[in-house]
């Protein structure tokens, strides 16, 4: 194991803030690294709080929404996600979110734990729900920059969708990954993990 112990926290010296676009704010940080004394100005984007629910129906399919993404631009399968609304609770976030997205709504949820989708110039973390028994009760509510369809998959089509490179989302994987076997499948007849892998429950409520 590397020793640490000599690796200092890098230096705040001061911040100005950059321009304000529709989904995230710009931020720039000049920095003293303290191996070197050298001063870096790094760009933080300060996100809002993100959710990502992967919803089970009562006969045992996963709800996925199909949507065209911008920066890729393609379509794309991957779980119901989206932001936290300024003061709003994750797990309300993640509750709106799938109802808002796909007409499903559950009474079972379970906190899977927080990921930073990419610490080297975000600040913001994914919060990650499971929601058994999800069942669709209303018609999606999506807004003016949405079009999306909603399909639920069974785990071994979940399977087939990541080989044929139709589900490539890294943070649905993550959030799949926390349910269910992804990658060594061959001989395994369990649909979902018999519990899921949750870290962080302290932040459930948050």
Same mark, same amino acid.
């Given at each position: 194991?590397?020793?640490?112990?000599?690796?200092?926290?890098?230096?705040?010296?001061?911040?100005?803030?950059?321009?304000?676009?529709? &989904?995230?704010?710009?931020?720039?940080?000049?920095?003293?690294?303290?191996?070197?004394?050298?001063?870096?100005? #790094?760009?933080?984007?300060?996100?809002?709080?993100? &959710?990502?629910?992967?919803?089970?129906?009562?006969?045992?399919?996963?709800?996925?929404?199909?949507?065209?993404?911008?920066?890729?631009?393609?379509?794309?399968?991957?779980?119901?996600?989206?932001?936290?609304?300024?003061?709003?609770?994750?797990?309300?976030?993640?509750?709106?979110?799938?109802?808002?997205?796909?007409?499903?709504?559950?009474?079972?949820?379970?906190?899977?734990?927080?990921?930073?989708?990419?610490?080297?110039?975000?600040?913001?973390?994914?919060?990650?729900?499971?929601?058994?028994?999800?069942?669709?009760?209303?018609?999606?509510?999506?807004?003016?920059?949405?079009?999306?369809?909603?399909?639920?998959?069974?785990?071994?089509?979940?399977?087939?969708?990541?080989?044929?490179?139709?589900?490539?989302?890294?943070?649905?994987?993550?959030?799949?990954?926390?349910?269910?076997?992804?990658?060594?499948? #061959?001989?395994?007849?369990?649909?979902?993990?018999?519990?899921?892998?949750?870290?962080?429950?302290?932040?459930?409520?948050?």
């Amino acid at each position: 194991m590397a020793d640490t112990s000599d690796q200092k926290p890098w230096k705040l010296l001061r911040s100005e803030p950059g321009p304000e676009l529709p &989904v995230f704010k710009v931020r720039y940080d000049w920095l003293e690294n303290p191996r070197n004394n050298s001063v870096l100005k #790094a760009v933080v984007l300060d996100f809002p709080e993100w &959710v990502s629910i992967a919803a089970i129906t009562p006969d045992k399919r996963i709800v996925t929404v199909r949507q065209y993404r911008f920066g890729g631009a393609h379509f794309t399968t991957e779980l119901p996600s989206g932001l936290a609304h300024p003061g709003e609770p994750h797990r309300a976030a993640a509750e709106r979110e799938l109802l808002e997205e796909t007409g499903y709504t559950s009474s079972d949820w379970v906190y899977l734990g927080w990921v930073e989708p990419n610490p080297a110039f975000q600040n913001n973390r994914l919060h990650q729900w499971l929601a058994r028994d999800a069942r669709q009760t209303h018609a999606t509510q999506l807004d003016a920059g949405e079009d999306i369809r909603v399909e639920t998959l069974l785990p071994d089509e979940i399977h087939q969708y990541i080989r044929d490179g139709r589900l490539r989302h890294s943070l649905a994987l993550l959030s799949l990954a926390r349910i269910m076997p992804l990658w060594n499948t #061959a001989g395994s007849k369990d649909e979902f993990f018999q519990e899921p892998l949750i870290l962080d429950q302290g932040d459930a409520a948050s």
